[in-house]
Nanobody
Framework: QVQLVESGGGLVQAGGSLRLSCAAS????????MGWYRQAPGKQRELVAV???????VYADSVKGRFTISRDNGKKTVFLQMNSLKPEDTDVYYC???????????????WGQGTQVTVSS
């Protein structure tokens, strides 16, 4: 069983910055893709950015040029640097990890508990 623990959310003014972190622990696993998604009340969860173990990245169009995703494979941690934040970035941000269990060779997907990001205008 893998646990994802997020940190770094909070309240910031428009134009400001926040850095989210998500650390994975537990299990004997190899982490494939890690990423961030966000969800507003009553809406579907949407992709923000993902990164592979090799460092390839994908971003939502709405955050390109403002957000940067990175990861520390040794620490099983993924980061999301968010700059030039806008009120429309206000959401609960969820960490996600796609992992391969090194014992069973099965693949699993895990979610963090979510962290609130609020951008005031």
């Amino acid at each position: 069983q893998v646990q994802l623990v997020e940190s770094g959310g909070g309240l910031v003014q428009a134009g400001g910055s926040l850095r989210l972190s998500c650390a994975a622990s537990g299990g004997i696993v190899s982490i494939n893709v890690m990423g961030w998604y966000r969800q507003a009340p009553g809406k579907q969860r949407e992709l923000v950015a993902v990164i592979t173990s090799g460092g390839s990245t994908v971003y939502a169009d709405s955050v390109k040029g403002r957000f940067t995703i990175s990861r520390d494979n040794g620490k099983k941690t993924v980061f999301l640097q968010m700059n030039s934040l806008k009120p429309e970035d206000t959401d609960v941000y969820y960490c996600n990890a796609d992992v391969s269990d090194l014992i069973s060779h099965s693949r699993f997907n895990y979610w963090g508990q979510g962290t609130q990001v609020t951008v005031s205008s």
